[in-house]
């Protein structure tokens, strides 16, 4: 039975609520995670998780309750700064629970508090929006208030770019709907499917409906509109962890229950989650070129009181907090923003970047798409491309960072070293049985798999840190020793860093990548492949992530006229070098007719252009075997006298070809 609150016609108001998850329950972001929650990540210097709750109170939600499972304190001990604290139009709830594993443990234990009422959002806190939730809650209640089994409303995001859910680290989903109600009938991850030769849907799907819309251009936000039914749904099921895997399809393949779930679909906004490196990295530049309005880097809402968190906002989005010292050589390009107290030195270029607060960039640094949190210091002619440089991390003279690379908490990379591409570093050093990184569900998989032994230099797992106390760990010596390395001077006890990936003089132990180079591509904070194919909006030319035209952004489609063309030039080029008769060369261009079902005109056209093309030196797309058939220079047309004798033969060969 339905609560109170939420029954037609109650007369009680129901506040609005939101569950926010405070912990991603995955390990996409390893071994970063290890130290700290991923939703306290800066996103453009400004914590995950302050964009969401920035959205909710905007959106009038009234109470909050936010589940802390991993680093609890450190999501407790933000959420006490006075920013939220005295917060007065809405209240947070913190609930603790280091004992969850996944977000279906964190559900049941907000069904067993008994404090939802009425329907509520779901959400986690790595979700940056701008969408009118009043409207999506407003059609998500009429909705229930004609069917009191519509228990859940997805928000999907419409894109008519196929490229955009590669550009945003997401996987391809078939997504089955009622196109008149907009019933969830149906929802299928592709990229798991890949194996299968073809997708099956159920029969009985269309008894009660004409027709059904199978689309693959919705991008799913991971914004949930539930019901109060769905809290107890999680905890009837134990077997439900996963909302999106286990929950949706379990509801599905109950039908018999009578539960229905619907999509809403909005085509304009913006809403994603930040779910891997190569979302981190496509989020970041939308909200450079300001597509997360009015959540944006130089808006107060984002900052507090705290009057050190001024941005000025510069041409081509560069943004500039107060106290920058940029060196009169040094470049900040489009799409970069440096945090206070920050320096510059002379000839560094900066494009496309986000520098924290307190960074020291030496003298001719070249940066490119990295994300560089506080305290960081870059040496004199280092080079990074695409990297995470974490909190209190050095990068010595002259030492490079390739694309993808991740580099975490205090890690120190040695003069002129080279990290290689998609090399993951931190001073947490794992077993070597856990050899790489595919388990997207559960956090804790990675940490609880760290060495822990009183020789190891690696720091105990999450749940054993609060366990051991006051008794100094192993992380210490670790610290220390990269501490005493960044300031030039050997350690006081000695330990043995992968000189490979940090170089000598560096400090950090290599951390397993994800294996499959699929994988790499696709969740890699570097760009993917092909750059400029992508953009957050498909619609405009103007302000896109890759600043490109929109002719550039749609799908590639082969033109088979142009293949026919090129399969008759080569037939023909083949019998003039061959130095075939004539009458061979009619078969060889019939049996290319017969087999394209195309008429003798089409092939004679083809022809006579390729002749044509004899009198021009070789185009570019032309294989060298033909090459020397083609003129070595373009040809005079101011002469009066012009030699034809080469044409005899091919003019020859296409009249008789059309005879026949």
């Known amino acids: 039975m339905a609560p109170l609150a939420d029954m037609p016609g109650s007369e009680t108001k129901s506040v609005l609520s939101a569950i926010l998850l405070a912990d991603s329950f995955a390990q996409s972001f390893a071994p970063v995670t290890l130290e700290k929650p991923k939703m306290l990540l800066p996103l453009v210097n400004v914590p995950m998780m302050d964009y969401t709750l920035e959205w909710l109170a905007a959106s009038g939600v009234e109470e909050v309750f936010v589940v802390c499972c991993a680093h609890s304190e450190q999501v407790k001990a933000h959420l006490a700064s006075p920013k939220w604290s005295q917060q007065k139009a809405m209240k947070l709830h913190i609930f603790i629970s280091t004992s969850c594993l996944s977000a279906g443990e964190a559900l049941r234990l907000m069904d067993q508090k008994d404090l939802i009422k009425s329907d509520f959002v779901l959400m986690g806190g790595d979700v940056i929006s ?71 849907l159920d029969a009985h799907n269309f008894s009660e409906r004409d027709m059904i819309s199978l689309r693959t251009d919705l991008l799913d936000t991971r914004i949930y509109i539930c019901a109060p039914d769905v809290l107890m749904l999680f905890s009837d099921n134990f077997d439900y962890q996963n909302i999106e895997h286990d929950f949706i399809s379990g509801v599905l393949s109950e039908e018999e229950l009578g539960n229905t779930m619907h999509v809403h679909e909005v085509e304009s906004g913006f809403a994603c989650q930040v779910r891997n490196l190569r979302s981190y990295d496509a989020i970041s530049r939308a909200v450079l070129q300001r597509w997360s309005f009015p959540f944006l880097v130089d808006s107060g809402s984002l900052h507090g009181a705290d009057p050190a968190s001024k941005y000025s906002f510069k041409r081509q989005n560069s943004y500039r907090e107060q106290h920058v010292k ?93 990290v290689p591409a998609h090399t993951r570093i931190s001073l947490c050093q794992i077993q070597s049985n856990h050899s790489s990184m595919v388990d997207e569900d559960v956090e804790y998989s990675a940490a609880g798999q760290i060495a822990a032994s009183p020789n190891s230099a690696s720091p105990i797992s999450s749940h054993h840190r609060g366990q051991r ?21 050997a350690p006081e006890v000695a330990v043995e860093f992968d000189e490979e990936v940090v170089g000598t003089g560096g400090a950090g132990f290599a951390w397993p990548s994800p294996a499959d180079l699929q994988e790499q591509r696709l969740h890699s904070i570097s760009l993917p492949p092909n750059p400029q194919q992508y953009s957050w909006d498909s619609d405009s030319d103007e302000g896109s992530v890759a600043d490109v035209q929109q002719d550039h952004m749609e799908p590639v489609v082969q033109d088979t006229e142009a293949l026919f063309k090129k399969e008759v030039s080569e037939t023909f080029l083949r019998c003039v070098k061959m130095g075939y008769d004539q009458d061979l060369a009619v078969i060889e261009l019939n049996g290319l007719k017969i087999a394209e079902d195309r008429t003798f005109a089409d092939c004679a056209r083809h022809v006579f252009a390729s002749i044509l093309d004899l009198c021009l030196p070789p185009p570019a797309m032309c294989k060298a075997e033909y090459e020397s058939l083609y003129q070595s220079s373009v040809p005079d047309i101011q002469s009066q006298v012009q030699s034809t004798t080469p044409l005899h033969y091919h003019i020859s060969m296409t009249c008789c070809y059309a005879a026949t």
């Not at 440089?389 to 003069?415: K, L, R």
């Not at 106390?469 to 001077?489: C, D, N, S």
């Open 326 to 418: 940029v060196a009169r050589t040094a470049v900040v390009g489009r799409d970069s923003a440096v945090g206070n107290g920050s320096s510059l030195d002379e000839g560094t270029q900066v494009t496309c970047s986000v520098i924290g607060r307190n960074c020291h960039i030496g003298r001719g640094v070249r940066m490119d798409g990295c994300y560089l949190q506080d305290n960081v210091r870059v040496g004199d002619g280092a080079q990074l491309t695409s990297a995470m440089v974490c909190e209190g991390a050095v990068i010595m003279h002259d030492a490079v960072v390739h694309p993808g690379c991740v580099i975490s908490f205090q890690v120190v990379i040695g003069a002129g070293h080279q």
């Open 469 to 489: 106390g006051g008794i100094p760990g192993p992380k210490g010596i670790a610290k220390e020793a990269a501490k005493a390395l960044a300031q030039g001077r």
């Open 130 to 200: 701008n969408l009118d939730l009043t409207t999506i809650i407003s059609a998500h209640k009429k909705r229930r208030a004609e069917d009191r089994n519509a228990i859940l409303t997805m928000v999907m995001q419409s894109s008519r770019n196929v490229k955009h859910k590669c550009w945003a680290g997401e996987s391809e989903v078939l997504v089955a709907l009622d196109p008149l109600s907009s019933r969830l009938l149906r929802l299928e991850d592709l990229d798991s499917s890949k194996q299968k030769k073809h997708l099956t």
